[in-house]
């Protein structure tokens, strides 16, 4: 859906871009040359709850919904269980089939964090494309020694976000930080209260998911237009 979509305002028959003669175009003379508007769809928007570790039940119907979803998808973590347990993400297959999914399809991954995330839940901030996070968000590492408590898959998703050593840096000490500290690290793209977020939501929505306007023109009136260009520049001279 997203292909065409925003390419520019002028699309060339065939797949060429004419971009930087839309002006031509729109003061062509001829009255045989038309101008082919349609009004194309924007990106789909799903959001969904990501469950807390603590719920296992939740976490099926979630892979299930995220395995249907395309376009922009908003993953909202607002959990209240600092670290799990029990080890159920740690010990099971659900990151890894999350991992494939966003990895293997052309979606708009946003993560919105309202609590504490920490060790695999980790895993989906460092998997979305643009991160955003209240002031009361908060992101904590495993340490090292302690790596069999978090999922593999979390270390693969943090190399997409961090470098090599800010990563070993966070992994050997294990401490918390604050979505600022988050954001100065490159893990977090928006901090604000509750309402920015909300507000910055909305316009990621807008943007990408509101109709757009396309207008194509054939071949032999793009050729027009630029003769018509060179023609005009050679007169002035």
């Known amino acids: 859906k997203q292909s065409g979509s925003r390419l520019g305002p002028f699309h060339l028959c065939g797949g060429a871009m004419v971009q930087s ?19 194309l769809p924007g ?25 249907l979803a395309d376009g922009m998808v908003v993953l909202r973590l607002h959990d209240c269980d600092e670290y799990d347990a029990d080890g159920y993400l740690t010990n099971s297959e659900l990151l890894s089939e999350v991992f494939e999914i966003i990895d ?6 946003v993560c919105v964090c309202k609590g504490p995330v920490r060790s695999s839940m980790v895993a989906f901030p460092a998997l979305s ?27 693969l998703a943090l190399k997409r976000r961090l470098s090599e050593t800010v990563l070993r840096r966070l992994t050997l000490v294990g401490d918390s930080i604050d979505a600022s500290e988050a954001q100065r690290l490159g893990l977090v793209d928006f ?35 630029m003769e018509e260009r060179e023609a005009k520049a050679a007169l002035s001279r």
């Open 43 to 67: 990106l789909s928007c799903t959001t969904l709850d990501v469950p807390s570790v603590q719920i296992r039940a939740g976490w099926a119907s979630f892979l299930q919904l995220l395995s």
């Open 191 to 225: 901090v604000g209260d509750e309402a920015a977020v909300e507000n910055e939501v909305a316009r990621l929505v807008y943007r990408n998911c509101s109709p757009v306007l396309q207008t194509t023109v054939p071949r032999k009136s793009l050729v027009a237009a």
């Open 104 to 109: 293997s399809r052309p979606m708009f991954v």
């Open 21 to 39: 003669f839309g002006g031509a175009l729109a003061k062509l003379e001829d009255p045989n040359v038309q101008l082919v508007q349609a009004t």
């Open 129 to 155: 494309n643009v991160v955003l996070a209240s002031k009361e968000a908060s992101i904590g590492f495993v340490p090292s020694h302690l790596a069999d408590k978090v999922h593999p898959i979390v270390q």
